[in-house]
């Protein structure tokens, strides 16, 4: 009864939009899906979905030429005369005729490489045809799961919304968005504005489906948003591929198309594999069939996506234009493997729009007021896609438990299922929530918190904290307590704080704390905890540094204007020195000359401070600026996303006062300036730039002084990234004058390895950077590195190799560094 229900809704849902419906099959009956379906001269029209079926909306009966087009099927024309609607049109498609010329056979140079040479050479031609436009943009996001785990490291995962049956395998994400959107090709830019948007089964009905993420061009040389796969009509395509011309056929419109295979030069390569339809003479995209890999998109959890767009003939601007697109994907993540895909059709091309300069701004994303409120009459009408059997099932079993889900009752239960206490929360940490009231209290286990240093010796933490939302547009507050034990001082640290945020706009944020911490005499904090309590205990190498600060501040930060952040903070500290307590190792207590002082400044004065203990207070005010900033508008939120174009420059003011000893007080002014600049197939160049200087130089404390990020590990679990230095001892520079850094990097990745035979089946990337650091009262300091990145194995590819030079005061040094390239 349920299912005739559904089919019964379901036909409601087809005659609401269509006066054309039907659905398309293969000649051994089985669906098709996304088959393009339009009347002939035009370009858009409709698709079918996953069973075949699809709407066309006519205006009025009459004669029609309707054309079912898809990707390894022969084109079919069907000449009907409608008199009454609905009216039913099935169509069953034929497989291509593929077939191979004699003079093609016969020739003795590859004929797909003159098709891909041309194709190269007209890509420029081709897309100016389409340079400005407008469109409609149509997005399906679809998301299933089989055998899902019932607890995560345990923790009970639910039923994802209620899309799970009695097997935990079913839909766990569907989405929907209508959008109108533009372009212009020279300078390049987009806009987006959604005008309706829908996830099953939850309320504000936020899709994040983007159409400039969404479009997979490969007119482009590299696709970034799949970490820069190389396009087979890159302009240096031939240094990844090799092709094979599978056969050709006629459209249509009787146009020669040229199907040629993708054959990779190396396997796990940054490229495509499958197939791309070419167009003969117009050298223009006519189909594309194409996959990858995890191991291809360097993306772990990945097991495969697959591609396929459709491109139909504009006779307005006799060029090839996308209609459709669809984006599969297999998964595999810690036992939960996903699938689904992705589909998109475009509609309604204007071709010569009237863009004005207020067109295109920072903002490239907005909403239309009520975009989630949408209802089922409106979306019937709208949707170019039919939904499917299980889509419908889907939104409507999650809509009828969506209210029953919010109730006090429903959320009681669930949180008494996830607040029960495990045998591990101890150690790892506990949570008790209050759905309903949206609030919740957690106890944040020792298990991260415990390391091991000279001063404290082995330490552990935990920590309190409560937190209450107040509305759902971002306003919150939190409270909360931590204290940290050191086992060989035998003494407790305890801290107290509160922060409360207003909204997810300008995201104005308050923080106060009142405590006592061991901060890092370099505030940078180049070494990490865990670095240090590994190569103290196993080899004697003590690197961090830390003295004891009594303090009670208060911050306040806010995005005061788009790419324009403002921070700042007010500190009131007593500051005191520390010394070793403890000369525990798990090794012997000789290796490597034993270990050394916590005072900075002389290694082996055990007994003596880096500096007197005192009070002081500190005000610290920061600006960043993010210029030309782009930023994604949602309802009740805002997503910058930058803007590579320009570089992003900070600026800070620190000014210590209010110390007795009037030496001690310091005003400072530093600058950073970093960009990323996307050389598409030749990899990336970023830099860091530093610079500081003080505005009178005195005998200040040694936290205060100007410090780069030094690095003494052969194996750092995790660097401070491009801007630390590999070789510079920690605490050997600092300035109380002058200062400045430089840190340039160029990431080739196959650009260069990829041309070398043998090398290049490694797949791996060279590296090249270079830094400098000058100060007043010192010699500067160089360094020039060269490297492997993407090491390791299968998709696995997080390891990097630098092979480093330094040199200073006339001093050479040189040596390897091997870390996890997650971290640069």
């Excluded at 497989?95 to 590859?110: A, C, G, R």
């Excluded at 530093?670 to 005195?698: E, P, Q, S």
Aim: one cysteine or more; glycine letters at 6%; a positive charge.
């Amino acid at each position: 009864m349920k299912k005739i229900t559904l089919i019964f809704f379901l036909c409601i849902a087809f005659s609401l939009k269509a006066q054309v419906k039907g659905t398309v099959t293969d000649q051994k009956g089985d669906p098709l899906s996304f088959v393009s379906v339009y009347l002939n001269n035009t370009i858009t029209g409709t698709t079918t979905n996953e069973e075949g079926n699809y709407l066309l909306n006519l205006k009025k009966p009459g004669k029609y030429t309707v054309i079912f087009q898809f990707i390894g099927f022969t084109t079919l024309k069907k000449e009907v005369t409608i008199t009454s609607f609905p009216f039913q049109l099935n169509a069953v498609l034929k497989e291509e005729n593929v077939q191979l010329n004699e003079i093609v056979i016969s020739t003795k140079d590859n004929p797909a490489n003159r098709i891909i040479r041309n194709a190269i050479k007209s890509k420029d031609k081709n897309t100016e045809k389409y340079a400005n436009y407008t469109a409609k943009f149509y997005s399906r996001g679809l998301t299933r799961i089989k055998d899902a785990p019932e607890k995560f490291f345990g923790q009970s995962m639910g039923d994802f919304g209620g899309g799970l049956d009695s097997t935990r395998s079913g839909i766990i994400y569907l989405s929907e968005t209508f959008s109108k959107i533009s372009f212009q090709k020279k300078p390049k830019k987009f806009k987006e504005k959604i005008v309706a948007s829908k996830v099953s089964g939850q309320d504000n009905g936020v899709s994040f489906n983007r159409a400039e993420e969404s479009n997979l061009d490969l007119y482009e040389n590299s696709i970034e948003i799949f970490n820069g796969l190389v396009s087979p009509i890159s302009t240096n395509a031939f240094t990844y591929y090799n092709y094979k011309l599978v056969g050709t056929f006629y459209d249509k419109n009787q146009k020669l198309i040229n199907k040629i295979q993708l054959l990779p030069k190396r396997k796990n390569d940054r490229v495509f594999e499958g197939f791309i339809y070419i167009v003969e003479d117009d050298w223009a995209l006519y189909g594309i069939d194409v996959t990858t890999t995890g191991a291809q998109t360097n993306i772990p959890i990945v097991n495969t996506l697959k591609v396929t767009q459709g491109f139909n003939y504009s006779e307005e601007i006799k060029g090839w234009v996308l209609i459709n697109q669809t984006l599969d994907f297999d998964l595999n993540f810690l036992g939960f493997k996903p699938s689904g895909k992705f589909s998109y059709t475009y509609s309604d091309y204007n071709f010569k729009p009237n863009f004005t300069e207020t067109t295109f701004t920072n903002e490239v994303l907005s909403f239309e007021d009520s975009a989630t409120k949408k209802d089922t009459l409106f979306w019937n009408k709208l949707r170019p896609i039919p939904l499917t059997l299980e889509e419908v099932t889907d939104y409507k079993v999650k809509d009828s438990i969506k209210v029953l889900r919010k109730s006090k009752k429903y959320l009681d239960s669930i949180d008494a299922k996830g607040n029960k206490f495990g045998w591990l929360d101890p150690i790892t940490g506990y949570s008790f929530n209050n759905t309903f009231e949206d609030k919740s209290f957690s106890y944040n286990g020792p298990l991260l918190r415990t390391g091991f240093n000279t001063v404290q010796g082995f330490y552990t933490g935990v920590g309190f904290n409560y937190f209450k939302s107040l509305n759902d547009t971002g306003k919150w507050w939190s409270a909360g307590v931590n204290a940290n034990y050191s086992f060989s001082e035998k003494k407790i640290r305890p801290s107290v704080y509160f922060s409360k945020k207003w909204n997810n706009i300008s995201r104005p944020r308050l923080f106060a704390k009142i405590g006592i911490t061991t901060p890092q005499f370099n505030e940078r904090n180049p070494i990490a905890r865990l670095n240090n309590s590994l190569s103290s205990l196993l080899s004697n190498l003590n690197y961090l540094k830390i003295y004891e600060k009594q303090a009670a501040e208060i911050t306040y930060s806010q995005e005061i204007k788009n790419g324009i952040y403002f921070s700042g903070t007010l500190e009131y500290a007593n500051r005191k020195p520390l010394f070793n307590t403890t000369d525990f190792s798990w090794t012997s207590k000789e290796e490597n000359g034993g270990y050394t002082s916590n005072n900075p400044l002389n290694r082996s004065g055990f007994n003596t401070a880096p500096f007197v203990e005192h009070k002081i207070a500190t005000l610290d005010l920061r600006t960043r600026f993010v210029f030309g900033q782009k930023f994604l508008s949602y309802p009740d939120s805002k997503q910058n996303i930058g803007n590579n174009k320009y570089p992003t420059v900070s600026i800070r003011y620190r000014k210590r006062f209010g110390a007795s000893n009037s030496e001690l007080n310091s005003d400072l002014f530093t600058t950073n300036i970093n960009h990323f600049v996307n050389a598409g197939n030749y990899g990336n160049f970023r830099y860091n730039l530093r610079a500081g200087i003080f505005l009178k130089k005195k005998n200040i404390a040694f936290m205060d002084y100007l410090q780069p990020n030094g690095n003494e590990l052969t194996y750092p679990l995790k660097t401070a990234g491009i801007s630390s230095f590999g070789l510079l001892d920690y605490y050997k520079l600092y300035s109380n004058d002058k200062y400045a850094e430089a840190h340039l990097e160029h990431n080739f990745r196959g650009a260069i390895l990829g041309k070398i035979p043998v090398l290049n089946k490694l797949n791996f990337y060279l590296v090249a950077g270079s830094k400098a650091m000058v100060m007043a009262d010192a010699k500067p300091y160089t360094e020039y590195s060269v490297g492997l990145d993407n090491l390791g194995f299968g998709k696995w590819r997080f390891l990097r190799l630098d092979y480093v030079m330094s040199n200073y005061n006339g001093v050479s040094e040189n040596g390897f560094l091997f870390r996890f390239s997650l971290f640069n």
